[in-house]
Nanobody
Framework: QVHLVESGGGWVQAGTSLRLTCAAS????????MGWFRQAAGKTREFVAT????????EYAASVEGRFTISRDITNHTLYLQMNSLKPEDTAVYYC??????????????????WGQGTHVIVSQ
């Protein structure tokens, strides 16, 4: 069974940066698409970014485009999210997701089969 473990969340001030990491344990699948989603208090979970199996294609939500960068280490089955110029509206629980079926994934949760437990990001003004 695939386990995804996020780390790197925390409480930061607006304008600063954080780097989230997602480590995949017991990885038995060929590297497929992976992504980041987030859920703010009282809101539904929303798409943040996705990356294809080789790391050559990425897609971002409009709200994070130009500030966040998704990347992956294929050898070590690790996913990253570099978050710069953080804003209070970025406050949320951030979830790592992995697809068991798609090399390239879109911005919908249905593409993804495995989820991490989430890591909290709080951005204060």
């Amino acid at each position: 069974q695939v386990h995804l473990v996020e780390s790197g969340g925390g409480w930061v001030q607006a304008g600063t940066s954080l780097r989230l990491t997602c480590a995949a344990s017991e990885w038995t699948f060929r590297p497929n698409a992976m992504g980041w989603f987030r859920q703010a208090a009282g809101k539904t979970r929303e798409f943040v970014a996705t990356i294809n199996w080789s790391g050559t294609n990425t897609e971002y939500a409009a709200s994070v485009e130009g500030r966040f960068t998704i990347s992956r280490d294929i050898t070590n089955h690790t996913l990253y999210l570099q978050m710069n110029s953080l804003k209070p509206e970025d406050t949320a629980v951030y979830y790592c997701a992995a697809s068991a079926r798609f090399y390239n994934a879109g911005d919908h949760e249905l593409y993804f089969d495995h989820w991490g437990q989430g890591t909290h990001v709080i951005v204060s003004q």
